[in-house]
């Protein structure tokens, strides 16, 4: 039986549909069929009924997806395992937030290429949470609290934050009539809407909401409200002015690394995270929440 077979059926298993699992696999959706039916045929039973809506996992299907899950993480295991043992040249892929990662870190990791000529870096902008367990990234950068018990996570430094909005809208609107440029109701979100609702003493009309730091700086810039924005974004928007900063650091924001166990002796590996701890401890003296001030 082939293994490639095996992450194709999984994949299909989780994705509900061709096109979804050939967006995934980087694959023709034409191929991802084709692997599924090779292992369909080499079972003798058949794994998916083949719907106008998907590809829906039949009962045998459906028994055999854990047991796939088990066989895809001994594979990754297997080749964590391998890897850990090469000395510090390779690629590895780290995942971090777009804005963090153009402005904090890709600055200060920039040095790190040029010392050891044989490392390469993929940095893997993205505001969704990197599996590392599935192998999508070596080293994930997170500004939300790790909570898988299986990694090895690490504090990187805590950002101080401030509420915003364009200078002429602080100047021309009255404060009665500011509207929030809100983040989506995750956690995330809602605890910065907290501290805007203590800072200004109730809650503001919000009529805007992404997931992304840069949409709510740019509507905030453009006068449609104000927002909270990391220090080190806001202060150095010269659109914007602080009307508040979280001088308690009530809501800061933590910047961690996490890593797979795996992975954290490999020699390439280890030198990044080596180079990230090093990042943090300067973007917290440039741009940290000091409880002293």
């Known amino acids: 039986m082939n293994w490639d077979d095996v992450r194709f059926f999984l994949v299909l298993a ?6 979804a699992a050939a967006r995934r696999l980087k694959k023709e959706h034409t191929t991802v069929a084709r692997r599924v039916e090779s292992l369909e045929s080499t079972l003798g039973t058949r794994l998916f009924d083949r719907l106008a809506t998907g590809w829906r996992l039949t009962a045998d299907g459906e028994n055999l997806v854990p047991v796939a899950e ?26 971090v937030p777009p ?47 790790p909570d898988e018990p299986t990694l090895i996570s690490r504090k990187l430094a805590d950002i101080s934050v401030g509420l ?8 021309d609107v009255p404060k009665q009539d500011w509207e929030y440029c809100s983040y989506d109701n995750t956690a995330y979100g809602l605890a910065k809407r907290e501290w805007v609702r203590h800072v200004i003493g ?6 805007f909401r992404a997931n992304d730091t840069s949409s709510v700086q740019e509507f905030v810039a453009a006068g449609q409200g104000v927002g909270v924005l990391p220090r080190y974004l ?47 401890a300067s973007i917290q003296s440039a741009w940290g929440h000091n409880p002293a001030s």
């Not at 915003?164 to 100047?171: F, I, M, P």
């Not at 800061?252 to 166990?261: C, D, F, K, N, S």
């Open 234 to 280: 806001g202060d150095g928007d010269g659109r914007l002015a602080l009307i508040c900063a979280d001088e308690r650091g009530e809501s800061r924001e933590t910047i961690w690394m996490v890593v797979h166990p795996d992975l954290r002796r490999s020699p390439r590996v280890r030198l990044v995270m080596n180079a990230l701890v090093a990042a943090g």
């Open 99 to 145: 804005v963090a990662g153009r402005i904090l870190f890709a600055p200060r990791l920039a040095a790190l290429l040029g010392q050891h000529k044989g490392l390469e870096f993929e940095m893997i902008g993205s505001s969704m949470i990197a599996n590392l367990m599935q192998r999508e990234a070596d080293i994930a950068v997170r500004m939300i609290t």
């Open 70 to 95: 088990r066989l895809e993480s001994e594979a990754l295991s297997f080749e964590r395992l391998a890897t850990s043992s090469e000395i510090a040249t390779g690629l590895v892929r780290i995942s």
């Open 164 to 171: 915003y909005g364009a200078t002429d809208y602080v100047r």
């Open 14 to 19: 989780r994705q509900g549909s061709l096109s």
């Open 202 to 207: 109730r809650d503001l009309p919000c009529r």
